[in-house]
């Protein structure tokens, strides 16, 4: 669900390492996920999403884990460069009206 | 190129003072969204249309109104009544059907500022 009001958490990575985003969804109806970068003074871009019948998905460096038992959902960023830096947004849509419910936003800082 | 264009990137409104700002989409989207973005927090839903001529409220709706006269457009009026609005003003569109590939497009924001 959305956290109205609170700041966003933090995470702090080595450059070069890799990076591992969590994000706990809210409606069990929910069956499309997907992952969004916003880097400072720009909309949201899409980085990649998932269906509620995958459990994985893969793209260029990145990796969606989807864990439908426990409602949670994963990006994982392999060997993190400097322009990963941006806060990342989980979204998942389903239930009845089909629209899209955010998650609270994760601040990626990578360190030199 | 298809996208979503907001403008102004900029906006400077004196208290008491109604502004609209601008969203426009040629990606034939149902759907199209405006949300608020204070600094270091998520996105908050202000309002949404999943078809012309009709929006509904989102979670932070008061001191905002919306029109959907056409397909392609969805301006944001921030009026006197909302008491805090500078922020970070973001407007998305996305299909509706749940075939489609139904992830949301974003514009480029409009950062509005009260003097």
């Known amino acids: 669900g959305e956290s109205v009001g609170l700041h966003l958490p933090t995470l702090s990575v080595q450059e070069g390492d890799n990076s591992i985003i969590n994000c706990a969804y809210s409606?069990?109806?929910?069956?499309?996920f997907i992952w969004y970068k916003q880097e400072s003074g720009k909309g949201p871009q899409f980085i990649i999403d998932i269906r509620s019948n995958m459990d994985k998905r893969q793209g260029q460096r990145v990796t969606v884990l989807l864990n439908k038992t426990v409602k949670h959902l994963s990006l994982q960023i392999a060997a993190t460069q400097p322009g990963d830096s941006a806060v990342y947004f989980c979204a998942e849509k389903g239930g009845s009206n089909y629209q899209l419910i955010w998650g609270a936003g994760t601040k990626l800082i990578i360190k030199p | 190129d298809g996208g979503i264009t907001q403008s102004p990137k900029y906006l400077f409104r004196k208290e008491g003072q109604n502004v609209t700002l601008s969203c426009e989409q040629n990606l034939n989207h149902d759907a199209m969204y405006w949300y608020r973005q204070d600094p270091g927090q998520g996105l908050r839903l202000i309002y949404y249309?999943?078809?012309?001529?009709?929006?509904q409220k989102g979670d932070i709706a008061e001191g905002y109104s919306v029109s959907r006269e056409k397909k392609e457009s969805f301006p944001l009026t921030v009026t006197s009544a909302q008491k805090n609005p500078t922020a970070f003003y973001l407007c998305a569109s996305s299909f509706r059907q749940r075939e489609a590939g139904t992830e949301a497009f974003f514009g480029q924001g409009t950062r509005l500022t009260v003097v």
């Open positions: 249309s999943q078809i012309v001529n009709d929006f």
């Open positions: 409606n069990s109806a929910s069956d499309y």
